[in-house]
């Protein structure tokens, strides 16, 4: 019986009849996350180990992640919201067998939170706060079901809405996030416009029974309302 030694010098392996890994079959990707995804493949013969390789680009690019010799690997330290693509290969001392099928992945993206500042006349201040950790891409903004800003500077998210902004009304916010390779939409969020308070007052009295309330109309929406309280009376 021979013994076979793979640390001998010299050393032919196909003089022994190992030949390399067949190619690798049933890579599929498993699942995903905001920053990681699962794979697993079916074993392939005369592999010892296999090689996990990944890249930004379909069928190019491609550089080595990880070296394992079980049959699943999830690749994590990804960014969010971005595309993948993965080849695996099957290893042994002979040398490298063929790549897989190439699978593509995208990983989860989480929808941006919305603030408001209507603490100015006629104007809104939508922030907007990403939760993901991708450079890359813009957020769309909509007011009412339409388009009214696109925001390409990822570090400052924030637009003032002035647009036929009428006084009290409710407004409807929608943010879109999108990497290029993902989209996530927050759920539509109200902002309430502010409504000025009245300017120019005046109260005249002068009549019996009489008081004549007057002052300067400078709201743009609704109508007003005139309370009178008698501290006269307990």
């Known amino acids: 019986m021979t013994r076979l030694r793979y640390d001998e010098a010299p050393y032919d392996a196909t003089s022994y009849g190992l030949g390399l890994p067949r190619r690798v079959t049933g890579l599929e990707v498993e699942g995903t996350s905001e920053g990681s995804v699962s794979l697993s493949w079916d074993p392939a013969g005369s592999a ?28 994590d330290a990804l960014v ?26 995208t990983t989860d993206l989480a929808p941006p939170q919305l603030t408001f500042d209507t603490s100015q006349k006629r104007e809104i201040t939508v922030t907007v706060d ?15 079901g339409s388009e009214i800003a696109t925001l390409t500077d990822l570090d400052t998210l924030e637009y003032s809405d002035a647009d036929s902004i009428l006084d009290g009304e409710a407004y409807d916010y929608v943010a879109i996030r999108d990497t290029g390779d993902a989209t996530a939409r927050t759920d539509p969020e109200t902002a309430i416009a502010y409504i000025p308070p009245v300017e120019d007052l005046d109260l005249d009295g002068t009549e019996p029974q009489t008081l004549v309330a007057q002052w300067t109309d400078i709201l743009n929406n609704g109508r007003y309302r005139v309370q009178i309280r008698d501290d006269t009376k307990e």
Request: net charge negative; no cysteine.
């Open 130 to 144: 990403l939760a993901d950790d991708n450079d890359e891409g813009e957020v769309r903004l909509e007011r009412d």
């Open 48 to 75: 010892d180990e296999y090689a996990v390789l990944r890249s930004r680009s379909p069928d190019s690019g491609y550089t080595e992640v990880a070296v394992l010799a079980n049959t699943a690997y999830t690749d």
């Open 80 to 105: 969010a919201g971005r595309t993948y693509h993965y080849k695996v290969l099957g290893r042994n001392i002979t040398g490298d067998g063929p790549l897989s099928a190439e699978v593509t992945a």
